[in-house]
Structure formats: structure tokens, C-alpha cells
């Protein structure tokens, strides 16, 4: 697991703190139980770490990313990692 992908996964881990599991890159939000109200502090997180904007929705706060590992492909885009 790359740095970013590692960082994407400890910020979603503490959004929907999984009790005895480990959040792996092929994990979907949806099913982790990330609500809209955290997927909305998740995004602020995940922008203050990386110092980047990552798109969504903000009329009905979806994420147009449905895994973990997407997230972390987004930024390693947007940060000129991928």
C-alpha cells in the first residue's frame, strides 16, 4: 500500500471507525457506513492533508467515488502522484 493510499485509509478509518476490521482500498463507502455528514468532514480532511479540492456534490454531498482506493486514485491524480 503507497503512502497516499495508507493516509486515505487511516483518515476514512477514523470517519467510520471500524471496530476490529482493517479498511482495505477495494472497501466501499457505502458499505463502511460513511454517512453524508461524515463523507463531508472526510473530504475536508482528506483536502487539509493533501492540500488539494476534491470534486463532489455539494447539493447532496455524494462522492462521485464508491471505494477507498478511488479516493486515494483521485488525489494521487490531483497531487501528481499517480
Known amino acids: 500500500m503507497d503512502d497516499v493510499t495508507r493516509d486515505v485509509v487511516a483518515i476514512?478509518?477514523?470517519?467510520?471507525?471500524?471496530?476490529?476490521?482493517e479498511i482495505k482500498?477495494?472497501?466501499r463507502l457505502d458499505e463502511l457506513g460513511l454517512?453524508?455528514?461524515?463523507a463531508v468532514e472526510m473530504i475536508f480532511d482528506?483536502?487539509?492533508k493533501?492540500?488539494?479540492q476534491i470534486p463532489y456534490n455539494s447539493n447532496d454531498s455524494r462522492l462521485e467515488y464508491e471505494?477507498?482506493?478511488?479516493?486515494a486514485d483521485?488525489?494521487?491524480k490531483l497531487t501528481g502522484k499517480a
Request: no cysteine.
Open 12 to 21: 476514512v478509518a477514523k470517519k467510520v471507525q471500524p471496530k476490529g476490521r
Open 25 to 27: 482500498p477495494d472497501d
Open 35 to 38: 454517512d453524508s455528514f461524515a
Open 46 to 48: 482528506l483536502e487539509e
Open 50 to 52: 493533501f492540500d488539494i
Open 67 to 71: 471505494t477507498v482506493g478511488e479516493i
Open 74 to 76: 483521485a488525489i494521487k
